[in-house]
């Protein structure tokens, strides 16, 4: 199944949430009704919303419950996504200006703060306190995971654990709860959310490794912003961990590290991307991530067979194969 094909079959749900979406981030002061709207109108695989639509199959669906889960945690990426922007200095976001760079870093600062608001806002209008518990205990968490990175950034000697535990807080924990929050606002069953947390998390998990590899291995074109900016903020992802455990290669990667991180990132890193491509970091990421996607899977043999449980397989090995 093409994820075109899954969204396709979706798309009259997911207007509706595109448009809750653009409700949502409506405010009278132009400024901010502008910079949160030109990130809205970036796109994005919209992939959150689908987890909480396609987790909402498993239980009583109802649109009009489960869009309170579904537009508050796409907002919340997008809330993410304007932080991380002004974190890595990055000028570009899915080949579009990012907010910082169209106006400056404060108004892009003060612009996620209020998407933020406005999802937190939102959930209020569900009255299962377990919901809201969820969701403020992923925030505090995705807020670790960022700190926690700063913290790494040029840290030559983390581990394949330090590396795992940033990235299921950074990205998997929020795919995770799309897909419990979905079913739990449907009234599903507590095990079958349970179930799709996990898949969620796996999927996560998947979908971050292979970010990481785009990020070494992609083009401008595929990524809409040069390959190697994770490196050139310091941003050392699990190839290049890989990459640092072979002894012989490990002192040409220091070297070249060391060198990256005195230009303070604004260098050409062509060489490093070369020696990260020719080593076997590269596979044995890709195996890590394809690990994740037969685990994700795996958790979906216990649940219904339904069509969302053959979508949600479908989006699975989209996520492990992706090349955008």
Request: include cysteine.
């Amino acid at each position: 199944m093409k994820l075109l094909d899954l969204y396709a079959k979706l798309k009259k749900d997911i207007n509706v949430i595109e448009k809750e979406l653009e409700r949502s981030i409506d405010v009278d002061h132009p400024l901010l009704r502008d910079a949160s709207l030109h990130l809205l109108k970036a796109g994005g695989k919209r992939i959150r919303p689908v987890f909480v639509l396609l987790g909402g199959k498993f239980g009583t669906y109802d649109l009009e419950r489960i869009k309170h889960v579904a537009v508050p945690l796409e907002l919340i990426h997008m809330a993410s996504l304007v932080h991380d922007d002004v974190i890595d200095d990055a000028s570009t976001r899915r080949g579009q200006l990012t907010v910082r760079s169209k106006w400056d870093n404060r108004i892009a600062m003060y612009t996620g703060d209020y998407i933020f608001a406005k999802a937190l806002s939102i959930v209020t209008k569900l009255a299962n306190p377990a919901i809201h518990q969820i969701m403020s205990k992923a925030l505090v968490e995705m807020s670790i995971g960022e700190m926690e990175q700063i913290r790494f950034f040029y840290h030559t000697e983390q581990t394949v654990r330090d590396y795992l535990l940033r990235i299921k807080r950074k990205t998997a924990l929020l795919l995770a709860i799309s897909c419990q929050l979905g079913a739990m606002a449907a009234e599903a069953p507590d095990r079958t959310a349970k179930l799709l947390y996990k898949f969620g998390y796996f999927t996560g998990m998947a979908y971050q490794v292979r970010d990481d590899l785009l990020d070494l291995c992609g083009t401008e074109k595929e990524l809409g912003k040069p390959p190697g900016s994770d490196i050139k903020q310091g941003n050392i992802t699990i190839p290049v961990i890989f990459a640092l455990q072979n002894p012989e290669l490990r002192p040409d990667l220091l070297q070249e590290l060391a060198r990256i991180q005195a230009c303070d990132g604004q260098t050409d890193v062509s060489r490093f991307l070369d020696m990260i491509r020719q080593s076997e970091g590269i596979s044995r990421a890709e195996a890590l991530a394809s690990k994740y996607i037969d685990k994700a899977i795996g958790v979906l043999q216990e649940l219904p067979d339904i069509q969302a449980k053959k979508d949600l397989v479908g989006i699975a090995h989209f996520v492990g194969n992706r090349t955008y």
